[in-house]
T-cell receptor
Framework: DVKVTQSSRYLVKRTGEKVFLECVQD?????MFWYRQDPGLGLRLIYF???????EKGDIPEGYSVSREKKERFSLILESASTNQTSMYLC?????????????FGQGTRLTVV | AQKITQTQPGMFVQEKEAVTLDCTYD???????LFWYKQPSSGEMIFLIY??????QNATEGRYSLNFQKARKSANLVISASQLGDSAMYFC??????????FGAGTRLTVKP
């Protein structure tokens, strides 16, 4: 089974802290994504990466950056955490095309910024 | 601009009845795929059904079917014979020819006994 593992299930950080959310997948998937999930807004794409060292902004990249130094690891960085970044963060990896597309999600990290 | 629109924040359905969850999308790409995912209270994302833009027939998977109306850019999910275990959040998603995947705001379905 493909696994996507997020480093923490729950995280509490202080305003202004630099926060790292880690995501690791155990298959050779090229495409990896970071979303945040908020009630009434669904999953919003923050950043995605289609290869090592490649990254693309999603719909809400402000306040975030990403790092993809190795194929299996895609890190989301909150440069200076703010309370409006309190949310559920979901990492996903994607493989295949068309009807063979499969998306695998991590268990999510619920981040609270106080 | 919002690419995926789910206009029903919440829906109720009686057990054993059918229910339709709406999804409209916006793209100028001729090649795209549409997906539906279920997210129960446990938080996992469960893939339900896929429809490709070039598929001639509507997709079906067991009790799930997708009512694909390409000209109207809609991809509604139909769940037949609802069960209590169908109570969950449902997300519509689209993947265009480039590599990203975007989701709608979701619909919370509650199945009443």
């Amino acid at each position: 089974d493909v696994k996507v593992t997020q480093s923490s299930r729950y995280l509490v950080k202080r305003t202004g802290e630099k926060v790292f959310l880690e995501c690791v997948q155990d298959m050779d998937h090229e495409n990896m994504f970071w979303y945040r999930q908020d009630p009434g807004l669904g999953l919003r794409l923050i950043y995605f990466s289609y290869d090592v060292k490649m990254k693309e902004k999603g719909d809400i990249p402000e306040g975030y950056s990403v790092s993809r130094e190795k194929k299996e690891r895609f890190s989301l960085i909150l440069e200076s955490a703010s309370t409006n970044q309190t949310s559920m963060y979901l990492c996903a990896s994607l493989v295949g095309q068309g009807m063979n597309t499969e998306a695998f999600f991590g268990q999510g990290t619920r981040l609270t910024v106080v | 601009a919002q690419k995926i629109t789910q206009t029903q924040p919440g829906m109720f359905v009686q057990e054993k009845e059918a229910v339709t969850l709406d999804c409209t999308y916006d793209t100028s790409d001729p090649s795209y795929g549409l997906f539906w995912y279920k997210q129960p209270s446990s938080g996992e994302m469960i893939f339900l059904i896929y429809q490709g833009s070039y598929d001639q027939q509507n997709a079906t998977e067991g009790r799930y079917s997708l009512n694909f109306q390409k000209a109207r850019k809609s991809a509604n999910l139909v769940i037949s014979a609802s069960q209590l275990g169908d109570s969950a959040m449902y997300f519509c998603a689209m993947r265009e020819a480039h590599n990203d995947m975007r989701f709608g705001a979701g619909t919370r379905l509650t199945v009443k006994p």
